[in-house]
């Protein structure tokens, strides 16, 4: 049971534009919702992270939106630039699982010149 | 570098051939992870040790699987008679268990090719 939906599969943004990469959660148990960025031959990367007590959470140009009552999260990156490109994941878990992650089947991004 | 470290980056095998993969977390982290992460896919969790102790396993971790922490500090993932199925990139993540968050530090993987 896959229980959190990610979508675009990919993106193609070009430099300075808006990149938004949707996720969808099934588990109302959890409570805690990270970001990860993966590039090619490395592992993955925390780059941000939000608890549904707040509906919004920005680091930099990027920013998690969240929206509770739909079980839904988005990642902003604002001004993309060609080293944003990378694979992004969002993810979830829940107090008391250890910070076990459950992973989105990722977001291949390339920002373009 | 004191990240996570992992061994060896790349493994090709032949089928029913066993393999081991060895995972050096952050110095200071007693809870150690291993994920799995196919092509196109987000990771998978596997299981994970907090100290030694192997406190829970996914049922993605057949009979075939096994991992080990046995003095609370380097971990080894290996798998018996591997099958096709079996090629993923193997993930190591470690944190110390006073994150109870999401805030997991990965390796870069040990690449796994059965032929």
């Known amino acids: 049971q896959q229980q959190v939906k990610q979508s675009p599969q990919s993106l193609i943004v070009q430099k300075g534009g808006i990149s938004i990469i949707n996720c969808a959660y099934e588990?109302?148990?959890?409570?805690?919702f990270p970001w990860y960025q993966q590039f090619p031959g490395k592992g993955p990367a925390l780059l941000i992270a939000i608890r549904p007590d707040v509906s919004e959470k920005k680091e930099g140009r990027f920013t998690i939106s969240f929206n509770k009552s739909a079980k839904q999260f988005s990642l902003h990156i604002m001004d993309s630039q060609p080293g944003d490109s990378a694979t992004y994941f969002c993810?979830?878990?829940?107090?008391?699982?250890?910070?076990?992650?459950?992973f989105g089947t990722g977001t291949r991004l390339q920002v373009t010149l | 570098d004191t990240g996570v470290s992992q061994n060896p980056r790349h493994k090709i095998t032949k089928r029913g051939q066993n393999v081991t993969f060895r995972c050096d977390p952050i110095s200071e982290h007693n809870r150690l992870y291993w994920y799995r992460q196919t092509l196109g896919q987000g990771p998978e969790f596997l299981t994970y040790f907090q100290n030694e102790a192997q406190l829970e396993k996914s049922r993605l971790l057949s009979d075939r699987f096994s991992a080990e922490r046995p003095k609370g500090s380097f971990s080894t993932l290996e798998i018996q008679r591997t099958e096709q199925g079996d090629s993923a990139m193997y993930l190591c993540a470690s944190t110390g268990s006073l994150a109870n968050t999401g805030e997991l530090f990965f390796g870069e993987g040990s690449r796994l090719t059965v032929l």
């Open positions: 588990n109302t148990a959890f409570d805690y």
């Open positions: 993810a979830a878990t829940y107090t008391g699982t250890a910070s076990k992650l459950t």
